[in-house]
């Protein structure tokens, strides 16, 4: 089941499946070790100029909220499903940060799975998603979801 929410999601943001049929995303859930109830995860990324769209797809097992830069964007509760958000408005030339509170209110083995396209007016892309390199904190930090944030520690 979660393979189709997956490809649905996959073609709300544009992209298709390659001809052999292997997956156009870049992400891969980001899970927590040990369980925990509340996970805040971060990602720093660098945005060209001229954006004409930017999408951001994301589901988490099971609860969560999304900002970019510091502005909710969205939220859900329903671990099944995969949320498409249009975030071309949020997005500045420069650095941007994704900011995500992840919530098992089972305190369980939490999961993250985000995939994003920018795509610029002369038809280039950029993808990013969820990997090893987004920041985690078990700890709600004043200000993680803004760009100021030094999560350099």
């Known amino acids: 089941m979660r ?7 996959i073609m709300c943001l544009g992209l298709s499946p390659t001809a052999h049929g292997s997956s156009p995303w870049t992400g891969t859930w ?30 988490a097992d099971n609860i ?14 329903d671990w099944t499903s995969v949320e498409v958000y249009d975030i071309s408005d949020r997005l500045k030339p420069g650095k941007n ?7 098992d209110p089972g ?25 090893k390199t987004w920041k985690m904190s078990f700890e709600e930090i004043p200000g993680w979801t803004s760009l100021e944030f030094d999560d350099s520690t």
């Open 3 to 9: 393979t189709v929410i997956v490809t649905l999601a």
């Open 30 to 59: 980001v899970w927590t070790d040990p369980p925990r109830e509340h996970v805040y995860f971060r990602k720093l990324i660098d945005v060209g100029p001229n954006v004409a769209s930017a999408k951001l797809a994301i589901t």
């Open 64 to 77: 969560y909220t999304v900002f970019v830069s510091g502005t909710e964007v969205g939220a859900n509760d």
């Open 97 to 103: 940060v994704i900011a995500v509170k992840a919530t």
């Open 107 to 131: 305190g369980s083995l939490g999961g993250l799975l985000v995939e994003a396209a920018v795509v610029y007016e002369d038809g280039s892309a950029f993808l990013f998603g969820t990997d």
